[in-house]
């Protein structure tokens, strides 16, 4: 089927689309500053060895929540649209829960029969490995309503939801450590509480009680949800490979005080940097999703908001990873934890590449082709692991970098050659053309203040961030305008 390029319903979509960044900003922005403060605050108040009991218990929840339940809600924002086109929404409702609810009891039933292999494959206590199966229930459906939020454009909702179960968890979680002792299940504690009350307000903004009624399934329904979101849970899964497995090889290898450090850095980048990174795909894919369904050409919308992605992100990529020690100090108080910044760099540009592959990987999205996806993901995580394997013994923190750093790059080198008929992405090249110009004075200016008394270095990224906006900027407006 072809799809035509519509320059009218493109320029109405851009500005309903920067209007809906506006109102997702500050659920995002808010999150980042929570997952920064995060790290100060776990890591003074538990030991490296604690804190990497935590990270791992965070690792193996997120290792559930891809195979049993996260897919479940992408499916809802992938075809929630269709479904209201066809008038169908109980209906769809009613499969997404069942879904859910059987997926979860396969869970627990394969946890209760097989619970001494998962003791003894990830190394992990048997009361955490019972907490996180019970805090895997909230997470599930907190993960349904919020793409439910986002199928509905409801964006200030899904803001408001968002910064209150991160003001909710951190307070809970530090009164649960504080004052009942319990180390790192507190933090798991606290995070439970929060889903819980969060998702009681997610039901009511989402509205879902007044579409939901259980109704006979329809296996028109459960083909197009199984045949788009089981790739997109082996996909996730490549993705948990190639950033999560780490702390689990490294914990065999050195234990859990290591895997602090791992946690530390991996807490420093990606979840920081991917939840300000998203404030564009949150905002951008769900009315992509609408313009394909209705026959339009969404390519130049996606060249777009790519040339945006870089243009934000690289950057603050680059301030990161050549200001590692100083970035490090800044966030944790605890000189146990210092160590980190020798992966920083890594973590950081491997979390570039990761987010870069949310606009390479959205034609197999859009095609219903998530298979593909997977496959490149997978080989992707495959090599993660033998690179982890083979350089963790011989480099220790910095061959954990270096392993994450090579799959995600990896994942985005494949996903931007293997091209579907009709969706290839056009390179922003005017963007990219600005900012390799807008780099020769950043770059001048960090080598000029190498050379001087230096200045404090938060002082410094922001001089030299400054800076690059600004002759961006003046491109922009001058030889490298863009065409109207």
């Known amino acids: 089927m072809e799809y035509v390029e519509n320059k009218e319903a493109e320029n109405a979509q851009l500005k309903e689309i920067f209007g809906d960044m506006a109102k997702y900003a500050p659920s995002k922005i808010f999150g980042m500053l929570g997952n920064a403060i995060i790290i100060p605050i776990y890591t003074s108040i538990l030991s490296p060895q604690q804190y990497g009991l935590y990270a791992l218990s965070i690792a193996l929840l997120s290792f559930l929540c891809i195979i049993f339940s996260d897919w479940v809600g992408l499916s809802g924002l992938r075809f929630f649209k269709k479904s209201q086109l066809m008038e169908s929404i109980p209906k769809y409702l009613t499969t997404l829960v069942l879904i859910l609810i059987v997926n979860l009891s396969v869970m627990f039933l394969l946890a209760f029969v097989f619970r001494e292999s998962f003791y003894e494959f990830f190394k992990i206590p048997v009361k955490y490995f019972l907490a996180i199966l019970l805090l895997i229930i909230p997470v599930a459906v907190r993960a349904l309503l919020f793409q439910l939020l986002r199928a509905q454009l409801k964006a200030v909702s899904f803001t408001i939801s968002t910064i209150l179960n991160q003001i909710l968890t951190i307070l809970l979680s530090v009164i649960f450590v504080k004052f009942f002792n319990i180390g790192a299940m507190g933090l798991l504690l606290g995070m439970g509480v929060s889903i819980v009350l969060t998702d009681l307000l997610l039901i009511y903004q989402s509205s879902i009680m007044s579409w939901f009624k259980f109704q006979k399934i329809e296996w028109h329904f459960l083909l197009p949800i199984f045949k788009y979101g089981l790739p997109i849970a082996a996909t996730a899964l490549s993705a948990w490979i190639i950033n999560q497995s780490n702390k689990f090889i490294m914990n065999s290898i050195s234990g859990f005080s290591e895997v602090g450090i791992v946690g530390v850095a991996y807490g420093l980048t990606l979840p920081i940097l991917m939840t300000v990174f998203s404030i564009i795909t949150v905002a951008v894919i769900p009315r992509i999703i609408n313009m394909y369904e209705e026959k339009i050409d969404v ?151 190498g050379g001087y008394n230096r200045l404090p270095a938060l002082l410094e990224m922001i001089i030299l961030m400054s800076v690059f906006y600004l002759c961006y900027w003046l491109l922009s407006r001058t030889i490298l305008k863009r065409p109207q």
């Open 299 to 449: 390519r130049p919308l996606i060249s777009r908001f790519t040339g945006y992605y870089i243009m934000a992100a690289l950057p603050a990529i680059v301030l990161i990873s050549i200001y590692s020690q100083d970035y490090v100090r800044m966030l944790s108080p605890n000189e146990n934890f210092y160590s980190a910044a020798a992966i920083i760099p890594y973590f950081a540009f491997g979390t570039f590449f990761m987010a870069l592959t949310d606009y390479t990987t959205l034609q197999y999205h859009l095609a219903n082709k998530t298979h593909i996806e997977f496959i490149i993901k997978l080989t992707s995580g495959v090599v993660g692991v033998v690179l982890n394997i083979m350089f963790i013994p011989k480099y220790g923190l910095t061959g954990v970098g270096i392993a994450t750093l090579c799959a995600n790059f990896l994942y985005f080198f494949l996903s931007s050659v293997i091209i579907l008929p009709g969706l290839s992405l056009r390179y922003p090249t005017r963007t990219m053309c600005r900012m390799l110009i807008s780099f020769v004075p950043f770059a001048l200016l960090y080598y000029g203040f």
